[in-house]
């Protein structure tokens, strides 16, 4: 058997027989037998060959756009976009630069514009032949290239809207007509083409470049990227800020870089929002710390240079380190805080006991049944609060619930057995170190607790008790909620003030549980969600296990920004697009997905590559 190989060196004008061949056919004269045609060259023996001259196929002129609309599997645009059958041919020379994601236009004949996005790359047999053949494969071994006019490239397209010029506006409407056939597509390369498509603002608060694929979308502007921006005025309805964020990302995805960049946004010295008395008022952000890494905010980012801040200049990005910050630090038992690795003023503070009147699941942190709550929260505290005043301690409600003769006297009156009360006593031990500590308590630093145009950081990392934790950061945000909703409220300062309630790693104050004081954390926190639009309240929650956010916080959740996740549980529970969500595991650092339904499409977005203040630890 010959090998492949053979074919390369076949010559068919060489070879032994070739003159006897030449002989048969020529003339007396030595000439040829067959006439030498218009178009063939004469040999260096005096003969002539046959060669034909090759006739062009490119059409004339210069090619505008990428492909054509092509009707081969058919032309349809429905409702449903199950039933939408809309394709494109992609011509050789743009292929490689043609991604899953990437944009496209297609005009109308009357100068409306069909906005698309690929969803499916796909070749095609040009012709019809068998290429899972022997031949074919060692061919494609043994060259350095693929022919691609062998194969059609056909790209699948999604309809998003339909774009119109409305005395000089550009607008959007969903997709209600089809493109012509052999329509000729183009990439979408100008930044208010894109923007109306995706239905994104141009103003408000930055989160990102728009990118498909990890990649930047590219125009013809300067800057040449397109910057994504939330809402935030009212304009269109509620500022999205009030309509709160979730930002939910694996360890290692940047999410602390990118919550960062976000919050130094709310903290612009332009940024305000209107009261209901006519006053302009800068928002307070006050955020809850686990890590301990807020408090860098305060700090400029050493690695920030010039150029990069010019750049963010151009673009409207607040950066560098904001001084207004201040490290509200909760006094549990001798448990010491190290701030080194900040430069922000630092105040202790502790809770007092009396909050426990409002909210007496604060002291029940090992958990009641409805029985012993009913208890604690008719009886026992009121009868407290009536002994011992306003001003009653934490260790006097112990010393208060030792006293067996108030325990014989529940009990035989029939008010609470006595096995509830040695209940809710055992349960309520152990906040000794919580509650009253040596330092001011936050209920008389309200004042300058919430600041307008401040930030307040409120770090636990150096409490080693997570029951505590929890007391000392649900009692704050209670406080805080609380007075916001309130329409009589003691502190006028925290109404009056527009609030972004930020929590790092909320799933572990948020969860759903079964036990009393749970519930009554969800619902406060699902009200204040509700009510956060008129209030000017606004939940920023963090977290990298998104799907313990109990369901009813997560309902009122519109902004939500994912950024890398492992977990597909934690994926799920995000419910963002399936085209996006297939793309999350696979995400670098700073990549992210952002579902905002009343802000614009679902997109894909790179967030800045260098935090806007101080981020990490030396």
């Not at 059958?85 to 109308?108: C, E, K």
């Not at 919550?259 to 008022?281: C, F, H, S, W």
């Not at 209670?478 to 009589?488: A, G, P, Y």
């Not at 639009?533 to 109990?550: A, M, N, S, Y």
Request: net charge negative; hydrophobic share 30%; aromatic share 8%.
């Amino acid at each position: 058997m010959t090998d492949l190989g053979d074919f390369g060196d076949f010559n068919a004008g060489s070879g032994a027989d070739s003159g006897d061949r030449d002989d048969d056919v020529g003339g007396s004269d030595g000439s040829t037998g067959t006439p030498s045609s218009a178009g063939g060259s004469t040999g260096t023996d005096g003969g002539t060959t046959d060669e034909f001259e090759p006739t062009p196929v490119e059409p004339r002129g210069e090619d505008v756009g990428i492909g054509a609309i092509c009707v081969s599997q058919g032309l349809r645009v429905a409702e449903d976009g199950d039933e939408t059958t809309l394709r494109a041919y992609v011509t050789r020379g743009n292929r490689s630069s043609i991604r899953i994601g990437s944009y496209l236009l297609a005009p109308y004949p009357d100068g409306e514009t069909l906005f698309c996005r690929i969803t499916g790359l796909e070749y095609a047999q040009q012709y019809h032949a068998d290429d899972a053949t022997e031949i074919h494969a060692r061919r494609a071994m043994r060259s350095d290239g693929v022919d691609e006019a062998d194969y059609k490239f056909v790209a699948e397209l999604e309809p998003v809207a339909v774009l119109y010029d409305d005395d000089g506006e550009l607008k959007r409407r969903m997709t209600d007509r089809v493109p012509k056939p052999q329509t000729v597509i183009r990439q979408a390369d100008d930044t208010a083409e894109i923007k109306t498509g995706l239905k994104m603002p141009d103003d408000g608060v930055f989160l990102g470049h728009l990118s498909v694929g990890g990649e930047k979308v590219r125009t013809a502007a300067s800057p040449p990227t397109i910057d994504y921006r939330l809402k935030d005025d009212y304009e269109a309805g509620d500022p999205l800020v009030y309509r709160h964020t979730l930002i939910a990302g694996g360890t290692g995805s940047g999410k602390t870089h990118g919550a960062k960049n976000i919050l130094r946004q709310y903290l612009a010295e332009d940024r305000t929002y209107p009261m209901d008395d006519g006053r302009e008022v800068r928002p307070a952000v006050v955020q809850f710390d686990p890590q301990d890494e807020y408090a860098q905010m305060h700090d400029d980012n050493p690695d920030l240079d010039d150029e990069f801040a010019r750049r963010l200049e151009r673009e409207g990005i607040a950066y560098g380190g904001h001084e207004d910050t201040t490290a509200f630090v909760p006094k549990v038992g001798s448990a010491s805080y190290a701030a080194g690795h900040h430069r922000a003023r630092q105040v202790e503070f502790t809770i007092p006991f009396s909050m426990v009147y409002d909210n007496p699941w604060l002291v029940a942190g090992s958990g009641l049944n409805d029985n012993q709550y009913g208890a604690l929260v008719s009886v026992l505290l009121p009868r407290f609060r009536k002994q011992y005043g306003e001003d009653g301690t934490y260790e006097e409600f112990t010393t208060f619930l030792d006293d067996p003769a108030l325990r014989e006297e529940l009990d035989e009156s029939g008010r609470v057995h006595e096995a509830t009360f040695d209940a809710v006593r055992r349960r309520v031990l152990g906040f000794g170190h919580v509650f009253d500590q040596d330092a001011r308590p936050i209920t008389d630093l309200v004042h300058e607790f919430v600041r307008p145009g401040g930030l307040t950081v409120v770090p636990t990392y150096h409490i080693n008790d997570s029951r505590a934790t929890e007391t000392i950061v649900l009692a704050v945000s209670s406080l805080l909620i609380d007075q916001k909703l309130s329409n009589d409220p003691f502190y006028d300062r925290i109404k009056e003030t527009p609030l972004v309630l930020g929590m790092d790693e909320a799933h572990n104050f948020l969860t759903d549980a079964d036990s009393v004081q749970a519930g009554k954390v969800i619902s406060k926190f699902t009200e204040a969600a509700k009510q956060g639009r008129k209030e000017r309240l606004g939940l920023f929650l963090i977290t990298q296990d998104p799907q313990d956010i109990h369901d009813a916080v997560f309902k009122q959740i519109n902004t939500t920004v994912v950024l890398n996740l492992g977990d597909e549980d934690a994926i799920k529970s995000v419910n963002i697009p399936s085209n996006l969500e297939s793309k999350v595991p696979y995400m670098e650092k700073g990549q992210m997905v952002v579902y905002s339904p009343d802000n614009s499409e679902p997109v894909e977005l790179i967030g800045l590559s260098k935090c806007l203040t101080r981020h990490g630890r030396d």
